[in-house]
């Protein structure tokens, strides 16, 4: 969590805050989306992620350490059934937050905050698939260069030997091999 902006805080004394910002933490996982002041949106929006991240993780340590902070059992249970399993393929960035109008009676910037469940773009989803089949092809291709070098030293008639033994096998492969090499070639291509 950032350090607290220098001043006074939201609420007064520290355990006032802490206490504000667990009350809207609680009503944003419960409403998906609140209207507050921009103050209290910014603050509030480190402090719900990290929840959400906690809650990601969904073991029973994490869920007390939620606990601690958000006394009611039914927000939590929400936000670990629901919300979680929601942005589980969302890296951060679980909270938008857009500024609206002022309040009416006493001009304060007012902002609506509200959690992120759409799902990862498909632009971003398929650079991330692309990235991952880059590294499987760079794995599997390091031990294939390794085992193509063949050293200076042999003879041609070494080279000349091990050519036809090489293609026997290969000839005699069975259905499901050729499906797994044509699988390599063509991941192999696509990098």
């Known amino acids: 969590m950032p350090t607290p902006t220098k001043g006074p805080r939201l ?9 504000m910002l667990a009350n809207l933490a609680s009503s944003l996982f419960e409403h998906r989306r609140i ?11 480190p402090f719900a992620e990290r929840l959400v ?40 960035g679980y909270t938008r937050i857009t500024k609206i109008g002022p ?7 007012m902002a609506v ?10 632009r971003q989803a398929t650079v991330a698939e692309a990235e991952n089949a880059t590294r499987r ?3 599997t291709a390091a031990p294939a260069e390794a085992a193509a070098q ?18 026997a096998p290969a000839e005699a492969a069975t259905p499901a091999e050729a499906d797994a090499e044509s699988t390599t070639e063509g991941d192999a291509e696509k990098a």
Not at 11 to 19: C, I, Q, S, T, V
Not at 35 to 45: C, E, F, I, P, Q
């Open 35 to 45: 209207t507050t002041t921009v103050t209290k949106a910014k603050r509030l929006r």
């Open 113 to 122: 905050i509200e959690l992120v469940l759409e799902p990862v773009s498909a």
């Open 11 to 19: 609420g007064g004394g520290p355990a006032h805050e802490r206490l």
């Open 103 to 109: 309040r009416k009676g006493d001009n304060a910037p």
């Open 53 to 92: 991240t906690f809650a990601k993780r969904g073991d029973l340590a994490s869920r007390r350490r939620v606990l601690a902070v958000i006394s009611n059992k039914t927000v939590v249970h929400e936000l670990f059934t629901e919300i979680a399993p929601a942005v589980a393929q969302r890296e951060g």
């Open 150 to 167: 063949v050293p200076a030293e042999d003879s041609t008639a070494d080279v000349a030997a091990a050519a036809p033994a090489e293609e």
């Open 137 to 139: 092809a760079g794995a």
